[in-house]
């Protein structure tokens, strides 16, 4: 798990060199934080409750950009593209968002 974590970790200081800022983000009862590292944005993702979630995940942002979304599972160290993403000149918002019970996810957001 730990090494799991690390790769993030690397990734985020790599893109960011040492610099973060905060971005708000909404997922229906989920835990939910984000941060920008340079250009990409890596988001925190995790659905406390005894049900499998499903919510729009919406994320704030002041860029007029476009990203290729990957989600990763820290404990399995796996990565898959994330499709359903729309994009609007202040939010990116990926449409019925899914994490199962008790569980965690990453996103991994690059610009196009």
Known sequence: YFRGVREISDQMLAAGKGSFASLSVQCGDAQAL????????????????KEILVSDLTIETK???????????????????????????????????SLGAQKEMVLLLKPV
């Not at 944005?41 to 409750?49: A, D, H, L, R, T």
């Not at 290729?68 to 019925?96: G, M």
Request: proline share 4%; charged share 25%.
């Open 34 to 49: 984000g941060v920008q590292c340079g250009e990409e944005i890596f988001v925190y993702v995790f659905n406390p409750e």
């Open 63 to 97: 860029e007029n950009k476009s990203y290729n979304v990957q989600s990763y599972e820290p404990t399995f160290r796996l990565y898959k593209d994330v499709r359903k993403v729309a994009f609007t000149s202040t939010q990116i918002v990926l449409e019925d968002f």
